[in-house]
């Protein structure tokens, strides 16, 4: 429990970070696919860094999947800015996948955490959010890139919240 409750910032950051990354994508709905693949790329690739980072700091119990969320994280951003010509299909399928694999990483992560915090659920949420993401961009693919700038705008700042959620409640432990 003390390792978890001393690293409550690692998800405040990473909540923070998508927060920001989905507002820039509501606010500037028609950037170019370079823009939104860095964007993404680089989001993915801090958020994938700080999993790894947060994985040696908890038990380990959680270790595994935060390593899990942490390569799958850093493995989409790098696909994304090393390919920054990617078509809007294939960086859907990259943010599709990501989101999923990711998602259901969080939830297993999440319901080992309810053993320890009551009532958890905000790492759940975020990560069902995550899921449902990736499977509504793979069941309309021909959405467009603007579906795209909106759809990933929302998760992001959803997701973002769950994670500043989940670390105020992890701070209160520390109290």
Known sequence: MEHLARTWWLPLVRGIVAILFGILALIWPAITLLVLVTFFGAWVLVDGIFSIFSAFRHGARSRVWAVVVGVIGILAGFAALTWPGITSLALLYVVAFWAILTGLAEIVDGIQLRK???????????????????????????????????LLGIFAVLYGIALVALSIRLKKVTT
């Open 116 to 150: 320890v915090i009551e009532n958890e659920w905000t790492l759940i949420l975020g990560g069902a959010l995550s899921v449902v993401f990736g499977v509504l961009l793979l069941i309309w693919p021909a959405a467009g890139l603007l579906s795209i700038v909106w």
